[in-house]
Protein backbone atom coordinates (compact mmCIF):
# COMPACT_ATOMS: atom_id res chain seq x y z
CA UNK A 1 0.00 0.00 0.00
CA UNK A 2 1.41 3.44 -0.78
CA UNK A 3 2.36 5.97 1.99
CA UNK A 4 0.43 8.44 -0.24
CA UNK A 5 -2.47 9.87 1.96
CA UNK A 6 -3.42 13.38 0.05
CA UNK A 7 -4.31 16.04 2.47
CA UNK A 8 -5.23 19.84 2.06
CA UNK A 9 -4.23 22.25 4.61
CA UNK A 10 -6.43 25.68 4.93
CA UNK A 11 -4.95 28.80 6.01
CA UNK A 12 -7.82 30.97 7.03
CA UNK A 13 -6.72 34.52 8.28
CA UNK A 14 -8.18 37.78 9.63
CA UNK A 15 -5.70 40.56 9.11
CA UNK A 16 -6.06 43.85 10.36
CA UNK A 17 -5.87 46.34 7.15
CA UNK A 18 -6.09 49.74 9.38
CA UNK A 19 -3.08 51.45 8.46
CA UNK A 20 -0.37 51.48 5.55
CA UNK A 21 1.75 49.11 7.71
CA UNK A 22 -1.22 46.81 8.19
CA UNK A 23 -1.76 46.64 4.34
CA UNK A 24 1.71 45.74 3.97
CA UNK A 25 1.64 42.95 6.27
CA UNK A 26 -1.26 41.69 4.74
CA UNK A 27 -0.05 41.79 0.68
CA UNK A 28 3.15 40.30 1.85
CA UNK A 29 1.72 37.39 4.03
CA UNK A 30 -0.80 36.63 0.69
CA UNK A 31 2.03 36.79 -1.16
CA UNK A 32 4.09 34.53 0.68
CA UNK A 33 1.32 31.80 0.17
CA UNK A 34 0.68 32.21 -3.48
CA UNK A 35 4.58 31.38 -4.12
CA UNK A 36 4.63 28.92 -1.66
CA UNK A 37 1.77 26.81 -3.98
CA UNK A 38 -1.40 27.74 -1.52
CA UNK A 39 -4.54 28.61 -3.93
CA UNK A 40 -7.13 31.29 -2.92
CA UNK A 41 -10.32 28.95 -1.77
CA UNK A 42 -12.29 32.54 -0.45
CA UNK A 43 -10.92 35.50 0.09
CA UNK A 44 -9.20 35.13 3.33
CA UNK A 45 -8.82 31.31 3.19
CA UNK A 46 -6.11 29.76 1.47
CA UNK A 47 -5.24 26.13 0.70
CA UNK A 48 -2.17 23.95 -0.29
CA UNK A 49 -2.51 19.65 -1.38
CA UNK A 50 0.24 17.97 0.48
CA UNK A 51 1.05 13.97 0.27
CA UNK A 52 0.28 13.23 3.16
CA UNK A 53 0.12 14.16 7.23
CA UNK A 54 4.07 14.69 7.71
CA UNK A 55 4.42 17.23 4.88
CA UNK A 56 0.90 18.81 5.60
CA UNK A 57 2.80 19.80 9.40
CA UNK A 58 6.45 21.05 7.27
CA UNK A 59 4.09 23.50 5.28
CA UNK A 60 2.22 24.48 8.75
CA UNK A 61 5.41 24.84 10.72
CA UNK A 62 6.95 27.28 7.00
CA UNK A 63 3.64 28.90 7.62
CA UNK A 64 4.61 29.98 10.97
CA UNK A 65 7.75 31.23 10.50
CA UNK A 66 6.34 34.00 7.98
CA UNK A 67 3.38 34.81 9.92
CA UNK A 68 2.50 38.78 10.01
CA UNK A 69 2.82 40.29 13.37
CA UNK A 70 -1.13 40.95 14.06
CA UNK A 71 -4.25 39.30 13.35
CA UNK A 72 -5.64 36.13 13.70
CA UNK A 73 -4.15 32.99 11.51
CA UNK A 74 -5.43 29.39 12.17
CA UNK A 75 -4.77 25.86 9.80
CA UNK A 76 -6.69 23.24 9.38
CA UNK A 77 -5.59 19.96 7.84
CA UNK A 78 -7.90 17.23 6.41
CA UNK A 79 -7.95 14.30 3.77
CA UNK A 80 -9.08 14.78 0.18
CA UNK A 81 -12.06 12.77 0.82
CA UNK A 82 -13.21 14.80 3.53
CA UNK A 83 -12.64 18.06 0.97
CA UNK A 84 -14.74 16.03 -1.39
CA UNK A 85 -17.06 15.77 0.98
CA UNK A 86 -17.80 19.43 1.50
CA UNK A 87 -21.83 20.36 1.45
CA UNK A 88 -21.91 23.81 -0.50
CA UNK A 89 -24.99 25.41 0.92
CA UNK A 90 -25.36 27.61 -1.97
CA UNK A 91 -24.01 28.55 -5.06
CA UNK A 92 -22.36 26.56 -7.41
CA UNK A 93 -18.40 25.33 -7.39
CA UNK A 94 -16.76 27.58 -9.72
CA UNK A 95 -13.25 26.57 -9.17
CA UNK A 96 -10.24 25.46 -11.58
CA UNK A 97 -8.88 23.26 -9.18
CA UNK A 98 -9.74 19.54 -9.89
CA UNK A 99 -10.84 17.96 -7.16
CA UNK A 100 -11.58 13.84 -6.77
CA UNK A 101 -11.03 11.50 -4.33
CA UNK A 102 -9.50 9.23 -7.25
CA UNK A 103 -5.49 8.85 -7.44
CA UNK A 104 -5.70 9.38 -10.93
CA UNK A 105 -7.71 12.19 -13.02
CA UNK A 106 -8.24 11.88 -16.67
CA UNK A 107 -8.88 15.42 -18.16
Not at 33 to 43: D, Q, T, V
Amino acid sequence: MSNFRFMRTLLMFDLPTLTAQDRRHFQKFVKYLEKSGYIRFEKSIYMKMTLNASQAEKVIADAKKNLPPAGIVAALTITEKEFNGMDYLLGEITSDVVSSPDRVVDL
